[in-house]
């Protein structure tokens, strides 16, 4: 098993040497049935696996499920039902319902959340609330664009208000008919963990509010940049200011599309950018102290909100390139760093490949903080969410499949995540309708 994990991540790797950048991989207006019978190993422990996750889009709706059923091989076929008694429970086979897609003049999506951005992504970017696997919940977006203002809204969890977050925001001149001008756009938002350690007991609610401006430079259907600038406050702690700039290619000729984000930083004591990211749902709890970055051991685990008392101000950066081509690769990546600070580096990586290699599929999605040096960066541990799968279509409809995945699970017993790895080798089908 090693020996494959290896190989797994070794093809990740390579497809992240050819380029950093694609759109993050939800075919989703698309329909689709996939399913399959095979293996999972999590932690050494071998279950039978029955799987089916259809895809149904009609115009601006669409829906995904998935049904997953793991019966332990060493204790008689006994259902693992793990997760079907926390999270969402059997609402869990909902992956999603929506209404358009993000940007669009409505959006509504329903379910699990994987790219959730508020804003600019200053305070949240690429918050998931499905990362912790046996914990997945039922979350809520609703954005709706009235062209002279609109609003973003998107709460994490419908069973139990956890993460509540939105924006407000207006373009005074966008009835001017002024060129450049009537695109300028002011926003506010606010975003809020109102319960991180799950405890109504307590009062431990963390909050941030910030405000920003942009302003498209050039918008067509060609091409489109835009300058914007972000100022944050987590309150009871620190802030922090952003510039940056954003470009985009919709498509160039049907060939390819791309994306670039280049944002410059400057951030204060007790502060931390894009606080709700793909790792906030394990970050919400206690965690070593090194997942963080600070190597002194006197500090044993620390919540996400208890290691802003160490954070120093500091500058940064951040960059973000995405994008496709043919319709055969897509890829994306972002990577934040603060400067003089050790094992600041935060790396989030996606990529997808479809019949590149004739009959072939392969997804990849990899996160990881507390980055120093390129080892850090490939290194498998608790500060890192890994997905690699590899599928071989021997048939029309019919796929030989590896997936591997790495993440975390809640060990109550001594109270702080613990690494999850999972093994799932199977025999799958994919018909797109």
């Known amino acids: 098993m090693k020996m494959l994990k290896t190989i797994l991540i070794s093809l990740f790797l390579v497809q992240i040497l050819f380029a950093q950048g694609l759109d993050p991989f939800g075919d989703e207006n698309n329909s689709r049935v996939n399913g399959g019978v095979g293996m999972t190993w999590i932690n050494g422990t071998a279950y039978t696996t029955l799987t089916i996750s259809p895809e149904f889009a009609f115009g601006k709706f669409g829906m995904g499920l998935n049904l997953e059923l793991l019966f332990n091989n060493s204790e008689g076929f006994k259902f693992r039902d793990d997760g079907w008694k ?14 358009g897609i993000k940007h669009d003049p409505l959006y509504i ?16 970017g690429y918050y998931s609330n499905e990362v912790n696997y046996d914990y997945r919940k039922i979350g809520l977006v609703v954005d709706v664009d009235f062209n002279s203002f609109g609003i973003e809204t998107m709460t994490s969890n419908l069973g139990r208000l956890e993460i509540i977050g939105g924006r407000l925001y207006y373009r005074p001149l966008s009835g001017s008919g002024l060129p450049v001008f009537k695109n300028l756009e002011f926003g506010a938002s606010y975003v809020t963990d109102v319960d991180p350690d ?9 909050a941030e509010w910030g405000v920003d401006v942009g302003l498209p430079i050039i918008k067509t259907s060609f091409f489109n940049t835009t300058v914007y600038g972000d100022f944050a406050q987590i309150l009871d702690h620190g802030h922090g200011m952003a510039a940056g700039i954003r470009a985009e290619i919709p498509s ?27 790792m ?31 954070i120093k101000a500091a500058q940064g950066v951040f960059g973000e390139l995405a994008g496709q081509i043919l319709g055969k690769i897509r890829l994306a990546g972002n990577y934040q760093h603060s400067n003089g600070i050790k094992n600041s580096g935060i790396l989030h990586l996606e990529a997808r490949s479809v019949d590149l290699i004739p009959n072939v599929q392969m997804k990849y999605a990899y996160d990881k903080v507390g980055i120093e040096t390129f080892t850090d960066a490939r290194t498998l541990d ?10 071989y279509r ?13 993440n975390f699970v809640w060990d109550a017993k001594k109270q702080t995540y613990k ?3 999972r093994f799932q080798p199977s025999i799958s089908f994919s018909m797109n309708f």
Do not use: C
């Open 109 to 124: 999506r329903v379910g699990s959340l994987q790219t959730a951005l508020i804003g600019n992504g200053f305070i949240m």
């Open 280 to 310: 906030y749902e394990l970050e919400r709890g206690p965690l070593d102290a090194s997942h963080y970055g600070f190597a002194d051991g006197a500090l044993g685990t620390l919540t996400k909100e208890g290691s802003l008392k160490y």
């Open 198 to 206: 799950d405890s109504r007991a307590t009062d431990d609610a963390v």
């Open 419 to 421: 690494p999850q790895e």
């Open 86 to 99: 926390t999270g969402a429970g059997a609402l869990r086979m909902i992956r999603y319902l929506r209404w």
């Open 394 to 406: 021997t048939y029309q409809f019919i796929y030989l499949s590896l997936q591997y995945r790495w």
């Open 252 to 278: 160039f000729l049907g060939i390819f599309s791309i994306y670039a984000k280049l944002e410059r930083r400057f951030l204060g004591d007790n502060f931390i950018a894009n606080y709700y990211n793909t």
């Open 382 to 391: 608790y500060r890192s969410l890994a997905i690699a799968e590899f599928g």
